[in-house]
């Protein structure tokens, strides 16, 4: 009999239970949460391209970098966008339900002063502007009043070609002729003051040959020290001799003079050449050689040109 029992109990015996199986089964099913989802899916639309649709988007990426706006471009929407938004009346519109002390500090300041929506501040019979003042952005580098006011184009003769006893200048005259050649000289490039003057003068002989000019200062362009130097030495002592006889005639005082001139010309530094002819081709025929093209107006030219310098476009 004890054989027997210890047999039925052996085969009646409960087996153990694992409590770690659940976890693991519940582990083996991945959470509908999990990034492998999406990562599984990222993988397969990429395998998926053809070289046709991968060539494709390129392209589109590119597109759309080269239409990014520039900064001077970004500045003016954002300009626009600010003056085009009109705080008052928001505030007007906003605070005229609220109670007067819930108020901004600024209108009810503005309201003690007498303020009325749609009207300017200060007594009713003042001239007072009913508009903000007009912001003109500066283009330059310079601080507020560092840079020199502009010089007309039809004054710089006056200015840079005046001797001492022969013209006189103002005060006023000086410091503009002084302040003007300082800046001309720190403007440009020195390495590419002569390439961007020759191309300056080509330009303006041809817009003034248009209008019907024969002759202008801005076309002369100073020959290089070879140029000279060949043009010396083809020169007979005939030619010399001819050149005195020239000189002692009185019908050439005219020539003389406009020789003068010309050296006169010649002897500033390119910088100061260049200014003066770009503010030229500015002024007269609304052109910007650095966007190269000639607008129709000074208005199109001051709203569609960046600006002055190189660095603005």
Request: a negative charge; glycine letters at 6%; proline letters at 5%.
């Amino acid at each position: 009999m004890g054989p027997c029992r210890s047999n039925s109990s052996n085969s009646t015996r409960a087996k153990p239970v694992n409590l770690h199986d659940g976890q693991e089964a519940d582990e083996e099913e991945e959470d509908f949460m999990s990034d492998k989802f999406l990562k599984q899916i990222t993988e397969t639309s990429t395998e998926n391209k053809t070289y046709s649709e991968k060539r494709k988007r390129r392209l589109i990426d590119a597109s759309t970098n080269h239409q990014k706006r520039s900064r001077v471009q970004r500045e003016i929407e954002a300009r626009e966008e600010g003056l085009s938004r009109n705080l008052i009346q928001a505030n007007v519109v906003q605070e005229e339900k609220a109670p007067p002390e819930s108020h901004s500090k600024a209108f009810q300041m503005m309201l003690k002063m007498g303020f009325q929506p749609g009207n300017s501040l200060g007594a009713s019979a003042s001239n007072g502007s009913n508009e903000p003042i007009n912001i003109v952005p500066r283009s330059g580098r310079a601080g507020i009043g560092i840079a020199p006011k502009p010089v007309s184009a039809a004054k710089l003769p006056r200015l840079l070609f005046s001797v001492e006893g022969k013209m006189d200048l103002t005060e006023e005259e000086t410091a503009q002729r002084e302040a003007f050649l300082a800046t001309s000289r720190t403007r440009f490039d020195g390495r590419k003051v002569d390439a961007i003057l020759g191309r300056a003068c080509r330009t303006c002989e041809e817009l003034d040959r248009r209008r019907g000019l024969e002759s202008n200062i801005f076309w002369i362009i100073k020959p290089s020290p070879q140029d000279e130097s060949r043009e010396d030495a083809h020169l007979t002592r005939l030619d010399r001799l001819v050149s005195l006889d020239c000189q002692n005639d009185p019908d050439n005082i005219l020539e003389d003079l406009e020789d003068e001139e010309k050296q006169n010309w010649l002897a500033l530094d390119p910088s100061t050449r260049l200014s003066c002819t770009l503010g030229y081709l500015r002024e007269e025929y609304f052109y910007c050689i650095w966007c190269g093209c000639q607008y129709e107006s000074l208005e199109e030219l001051n709203k569609e040109c960046p600006g002055e310098e190189e660095d603005d476009h």
